[in-house]
């Protein structure tokens, strides 16, 4: 891919994400997923299952453009409980490597009151960028 991740000179190098990220090709705007499958019912209550599954619901939407997780230049997370998100880390960075399987993403995540759905625990945007021919 047409990628290239910013790291500013001197900077601390971020574990898990990248401070920034420039890329050319194809945009694709992925709308806030959250824990729940297909039918829009939510399977579990826990933060990592619904992680898993907010992440595999992106990487079906990118499927649509012809895009895989390897495209992801930018996500955005919304979590209802910081202290559950950072307690749970390691299980959530698993989950991660996972359905996605790399960190040059420049990514964002902050504690919001609540989400729309009430059992969401998180919500995940993303955009990613599709190099072309």
Known sequence: MNMKVLQPAGWAIPKGYANG???QGLQVYVAG?????AASQFESDDL??????ALLNVRAVLAEAGAEPSHIVRMTWYLTDKR????????????????????AIAMTAVQVVALIEDRAKVEIEVTAVVPQP
Request: glycine share 8%.
């Open 21 to 23: 990220v420039a890329a």
């Open 33 to 37: 997923q959250i824990g729940w499958n």
């Open 48 to 53: 990592v299952a619904q992680v898993r599954q």
């Open 84 to 103: 559950e998100y950072l307690s749970r880390v390691r299980e959530i960075g698993a989950a991660f490597r996972e359905v996605v399987g790399h960190y």
